[in-house]
């Protein structure tokens, strides 16, 4: 894997709303644990350790509310005559019931009585909770641990049941003491009745502290994060951010698109998922600027899980004008792969196989794929030797050059009109027959006034208007010829996407016979689009090398402006005649890729079982002659993904293997 210098990225977000947050620290379901207070008894006190990972930013506490479930009406009589003190404190956990904080620590935040006020519902959770906003705010810088001293002197008590709500922690981080009769003298404290590692569900409603931002995830530390993960971040909600990661000592700024989410009164900001190179350290850090103010998030480190990661690449098919690659998937997520050609970058598709249809018959070319991880590392494929063939027989090869231009008289090809409608021109440019009704039509670019440039390989190219009374309907059928084995390529585009894409159907006839023909794509239109695009269809023959054939294609666009044909080629590698037949064809599977969920098999006669392997020569699916159905149509079974597979064809008296490429 190799290594480039790269890593800083940054988002900007926007949002002026007052930066103020309420925390929820534990969301447990123990009862009886006696904190912060225990309404049963007369007098009790707990003294509290949050510890300071339990905030993710440090502020001013106005608010601390506490989850209770009392069953005693009327819960202010009995509990009341509250003191509560806060402060940061070094300890971590209480050794024994004698290890008291020491209160010179600790901060008077309220002293005082409770009303009914104190004590709601909050209908949205489900939950009761005690509130009490603090009469002196306490400032948590967030650099130990928090401290809460929490003392109830009312002589009244409540039923035995009355109880708040907590949840376990990994230490002993409360200390509990109880009296029925006697006050409880906070400057004299005997040992506690319980020393628990538990702490109440606890709420702290915070004014964030000068704008800081804070990482959420990954946490700081944290190791084996897996290699795709998005980094999470909580900040006030007025906030101009910018993320900071790096992997070396170099960087290079790049933008990054977030998402982000209103929590409370907090902005929750999280990236899309990002691919992390394996086994590897990142340091990442948030940064807001407000103004000429810079607000620094501590710097974070995690390291990613290691993994043995390798890129292969394949060649699929190579049809002469086209080759057809395919790799394996590094990630579940659609990330972009790097497609190089020669050395240059020719394309970035997010899916694991691809068709390279800029190529030319007869030549080399070499390829690798590579992939880069959010940190400029990259993994890359072997080198890919493709040599595009010489289709070994051309029957058929027009580029429409030789044809008069705006003549729709294509001497043996046939061209009909089926829809008789005037068509629409284009506009802000003239030319013989605009607006006529006509069928396909040789078109010259640099004769239009003024000249137009559509990108077409030669000087003229064959074009279908769309119809004035859509659908369009022109008809074009190839002169004859005789073939087993019959490979078509066809070079079309549409003019305009902004006018919608051009659509076509294509097939063969045989013997002159419209009734006996076979339709590509099941029937199906295909849409064009606005670039030059290569389709490939190939078809054997198993009913005898004397059939005469045509190939057709229809323009059938509903709402669109031009189709363009650059040029047709129709080839063969077994031509034959009454002396010269040649036998053993090759089935033909349609569409090749696929698309969707179903393709189909020129032949089902004497069709006995199919079964698709995957590229490790492992077997994922087994459909039997009865699972197809009579036309050749086959659909994927489910668990079938993006790929490239191998399809073993079963008959009767013969094997046949063929590679498919799935596109999903």
Same mark, same amino acid.
């Given at each position: 894997?190799?290594?480039?210098?790269?890593?800083?990225?940054?988002?900007?977000?926007?949002?002026?709303?007052?930066?103020?947050?309420?925390?929820?620290?534990?969301?447990?379901?123990?009862?009886?644990?006696?904190?912060?207070?225990?309404?049963?008894?007369?007098?009790?006190?707990?003294?509290?350790?949050?510890?300071?990972?339990?905030?993710?930013?440090?502020?001013?506490?106005?608010?601390?509310?506490?989850?209770?479930?009392?069953?005693?009406?009327?819960?202010?009589?009995?509990?009341?005559?509250?003191?509560?003190?806060?402060?940061?404190?070094?300890?971590?956990?209480?050794?024994?019931?004698?290890?008291?904080? =020491?209160?010179?620590?600790?901060?008077?935040?309220?002293?005082?009585?409770?009303?009914?006020?104190?004590?709601?519902?909050?209908?949205?959770?489900?939950?009761?909770?005690?509130?009490?906003?603090?009469?002196?705010?306490?400032?948590?810088?967030?650099?130990?641990?928090?401290?809460?001293?929490?003392?109830?002197?009312?002589?009244?008590?409540?039923?035995?049941?009355?109880?708040?709500?907590?949840?376990?922690?990994?230490?002993?981080?409360?200390?509990?003491?109880?009296?029925?009769?006697?006050?409880?003298?906070?400057?004299?404290?005997?040992?506690?009745?319980?020393?628990?590692?538990?702490?109440?569900?606890?709420?702290?409603?915070?004014?964030?502290?000068?704008?800081?931002?804070?990482?959420?995830?990954?946490?700081?530390?944290?190791?084996?994060?897996?290699?795709?993960?998005?980094?999470?971040?909580?900040?006030?909600?007025?906030?101009?951010?910018?993320?900071?990661?790096?992997?070396?000592?170099?960087?290079?700024?790049?933008?990054?698109?977030?998402?982000?989410?209103?929590?409370? =009164?907090?902005?929750?900001?999280?990236?899309?998922?990002?691919?992390?190179?394996?086994?590897?350290?990142?340091?990442?850090?948030?940064?807001?600027?407000?103004?000429?103010?810079?607000?620094?998030?501590?710097?974070?480190?995690?390291?990613?899980?290691?993994?043995?990661?390798?890129?292969?690449?394949?060649?699929?098919?190579?049809?002469?004008?086209?080759?057809?690659?395919?790799?394996?998937?590094?990630?579940?997520?659609?990330?972009?792969?790097?497609?190089?050609?020669?050395?240059?970058?020719?394309?970035?598709?997010?899916?694991?196989?691809?068709?390279?249809?800029?190529?030319?018959?007869?030549?080399?070319?070499?390829?690798?794929?590579?992939?880069?991880?959010?940190?400029?590392?990259?993994?890359?494929?072997?080198?890919?030797?493709?040599?595009?063939?010489?289709?070994?027989?051309?029957?058929?090869?027009?580029?429409?050059?030789?044809?008069?231009?705006?003549?729709?008289?294509?001497?043996?090809?046939?061209?009909?009109?089926?829809?008789?409608?005037?068509?629409?021109?284009?506009?802000?440019?003239?030319?013989?027959?605009?607006?006529?009704?006509?069928?396909?039509?040789?078109?010259?670019?640099?004769?239009?006034?003024?000249?137009?440039?559509?990108?077409?390989?030669?000087?003229?190219?064959?074009?279908?208007?769309?119809?004035?009374?859509?659908?369009?309907?022109?008809?074009?059928?190839?002169?004859?010829?005789?073939?087993?084995?019959?490979?078509?390529?066809?070079?079309?585009?549409?003019?305009?996407?902004?006018?919608?894409?051009?659509?076509?159907?294509?097939?063969?006839?045989?013997?002159?016979?419209?009734?006996?023909?076979?339709?590509?794509?099941?029937?199906?239109?295909?849409?064009?689009?606005?670039?030059?695009?290569?389709?490939?269809?190939?078809?054997?023959?198993?009913?005898?090398?004397?059939?005469?054939?045509?190939?057709?294609?229809?323009?059938?666009?509903?709402?669109?402006?031009?189709?363009?044909?650059?040029?047709?080629?129709?080839?063969?590698?077994?031509?034959?005649?009454?002396?010269?037949?040649?036998?053993?064809?090759?089935?033909?599977?349609?569409?090749?890729?696929?698309?969707?969920?179903?393709?189909?098999?020129?032949?089902?006669?004497?069709?006995?079982?199919?079964?698709?392997?995957?590229?490790?020569?492992?077997?994922?699916?087994?459909?039997?002659?009865?699972?197809?159905?009579?036309?050749?149509?086959?659909?994927?079974?489910?668990?079938?993904?993006?790929?490239?597979?191998?399809?073993?064809?079963?008959?009767?008296?013969?094997?046949?293997?063929?590679?498919?490429?799935?596109?999903?």
């Amino acid at each position: 894997m190799q290594k480039s210098l790269v890593l800083l990225f940054w988002v900007m977000l926007q949002i002026a709303i007052l930066p103020c947050s309420q925390l929820i620290v534990g969301h447990g379901n123990d009862h009886s644990q006696h904190i912060p207070c225990d309404p049963f008894y007369n007098h009790s006190l707990s003294q509290l350790i949050y510890n300071v990972e339990y905030f993710p930013y440090s502020g001013t506490i106005t608010q601390l509310a506490f989850e209770y479930d009392f069953v005693t009406p009327n819960p202010q009589n009995y509990l009341n005559n509250i003191t509560i003190m806060l402060g940061e404190t070094s300890k971590t956990e209480f050794s024994d019931g004698d290890d008291w904080l =020491d209160l010179e620590e600790l901060t008077l935040c309220y002293e005082g009585v409770l009303t009914a006020a104190n004590f709601t519902y909050n209908s949205s959770e489900d939950v009761n909770l005690l509130l009490i906003p603090l009469q002196n705010y306490f400032y948590y810088s967030k650099n130990s641990n928090l401290a809460i001293l929490f003392l109830e002197n009312e002589p009244t008590r409540g039923a035995n049941a009355d109880d708040f709500v907590a949840f376990s922690t990994p230490r002993a981080t409360s200390l509990l003491l109880m009296d029925l009769n006697n006050p409880i003298d906070i400057n004299n404290l005997g040992t506690a009745q319980f020393v628990r590692n538990k702490l109440p569900n606890t709420r702290f409603e915070f004014t964030i502290d000068e704008s800081y931002p804070v990482p959420l995830f990954p946490e700081n530390n944290s190791e084996s994060i897996e290699l795709t993960a998005s980094l999470k971040v909580i900040a006030p909600l007025e906030s101009n951010l910018e993320f900071m990661l790096r992997s070396d000592s170099a960087f290079e700024y790049f933008e990054l698109t977030a998402d982000y989410e209103i929590l409370g =009164d907090s902005l929750w900001v999280i990236s899309p998922q990002l691919p992390f190179s394996p086994n590897t350290l990142y340091e990442w850090q948030v940064i807001n600027t407000l103004g000429d103010s810079i607000y620094n998030s501590e710097l974070f480190s995690f390291t990613t899980t290691a993994s043995e990661l390798a890129l292969t690449a394949f060649e699929i098919v190579n049809n002469h004008y086209s080759v057809e690659l395919s790799w394996q998937s590094l990630f579940e997520n659609n990330f972009p792969y790097h497609i190089f050609r020669n050395g240059g970058l020719i394309a970035s598709p997010e899916s694991n196989c691809w068709i390279d249809q800029d190529v030319e018959v007869g030549q080399s070319y070499s390829y690798k794929i590579r992939f880069y991880f959010i940190d400029g590392a990259f993994l890359e494929s072997e080198t890919l030797l493709v040599n595009t063939s010489f289709p070994q027989d051309i029957v058929i090869s027009e580029d429409f050059s030789a044809y008069s231009a705006w003549t729709t008289d294509l001497g043996n090809w046939q061209n009909i009109d089926k829809d008789q409608a005037t068509t629409y021109g284009l506009a802000d440019y003239s030319y013989p027959h605009w607006s006529e009704a006509s069928a396909f039509m040789v078109f010259e670019p640099s004769s239009v006034t003024p000249p137009l440039e559509i990108g077409i390989s030669g000087n003229k190219c064959l074009v279908s208007f769309a119809s004035c009374v859509p659908p369009t309907s022109d008809l074009l059928i190839s002169p004859n010829f005789r073939v087993i084995q019959v490979d078509i390529d066809v070079f079309l585009k549409s003019y305009d996407a902004n006018w919608g894409l051009e659509r076509v159907k294509c097939g063969l006839i045989f013997n002159n016979d419209p009734l006996n023909q076979y339709n590509f794509e099941q029937g199906n239109s295909i849409n064009i689009p606005a670039e030059m695009t290569h389709l490939h269809f190939s078809y054997s023959l198993d009913i005898g090398n004397d059939v005469i054939t045509n190939f057709w294609l229809e323009s059938c666009g509903v709402q669109s402006s031009m189709l363009i044909i650059d040029r047709i080629v129709i080839s063969s590698s077994a031509t034959g005649n009454a002396d010269n037949e040649v036998s053993s064809p090759n089935n033909s599977i349609f569409p090749n890729p696929i698309k969707g969920n179903e393709f189909q098999l020129s032949k089902t006669r004497g069709l006995q079982q199919l079964a698709i392997y995957n590229i490790k020569g492992q077997l994922v699916a087994k459909l039997n002659s009865q699972s197809i159905n009579k036309n050749g149509k086959i659909t994927l079974p489910q668990g079938i993904s993006s790929g490239v597979y191998l399809v073993k064809i079963s008959y009767s008296d013969r094997e046949e293997v063929q590679k498919i490429t799935v596109m999903k």
